[in-house]
């Protein structure tokens, strides 16, 4: 009886040990995996888009642009000194955090990804309590070496 049950686990584990080397070595788990590396980075993308303290606009600028690649990027930089002095000037604090988000399109090869994202923001104007508001977000993303960054960002409108 011991030599059958010995038997039975040796095929089991057999069995078992071939089920996960080619579970790990199939491609949608790659797939799965930069796929939730793009989430991921793009959320954190859309986040630093959304945040910006009057009081630290270069350090939240700098992020724009970090965060950002391609004509997104250049025009980021273009308005810099532009978007620097509007939030100087209305003396405005921004927070934001992903309520949820998903990528509906994803290009390995290309390096291109599509994501939709649910943003609450957080606007403090000095002097005022604070204000929430929910905004739908698309972002393009493209990987820049290791790592997605936003190309380009827009609201959805609701409804």
Not at 131 to 151: C, F, H, M, P
């Amino acid at each position: 009886m011991s030599l059958v049950l010995f038997v039975v686990s040796l095929v089991c584990a057999l069995v078992l040990g071939v089920l996960w080397v080619l579970a790990i070595n199939n491609s949608s788990v790659a797939y799965a995996g930069t796929r939730d590396e793009a989430l991921q980075q793009g959320q954190e993308a859309i986040v630093n888009f959304n945040s910006l303290d009057h009081k630290d606009i270069d350090r939240g600028l700098q992020r724009w642009e970090d965060n950002s690649t391609g004509a997104l990027r250049d025009e980021v930089r273009k308005g810099r000194k532009d978007y620097a002095t509007r939030i100087q000037q209305a003396k405005s604090s921004t927070t934001a955090r992903v309520l949820d988000a998903g990528i509906v399109e994803l290009d390995e090869n290309a390096g291109k990804a599509r994501m939709i994202a649910v943003v609450q923001i957080t606007v403090t104007v000095e002097g005022q309590p604070p204000a929430n508001k929910q905004d739908r977000y698309q972002a393009e993303l493209t990987r820049e070496g290791d790592v997605w960054k936003i190309s380009g960002l827009g609201t959805v409108p609701v409804g």
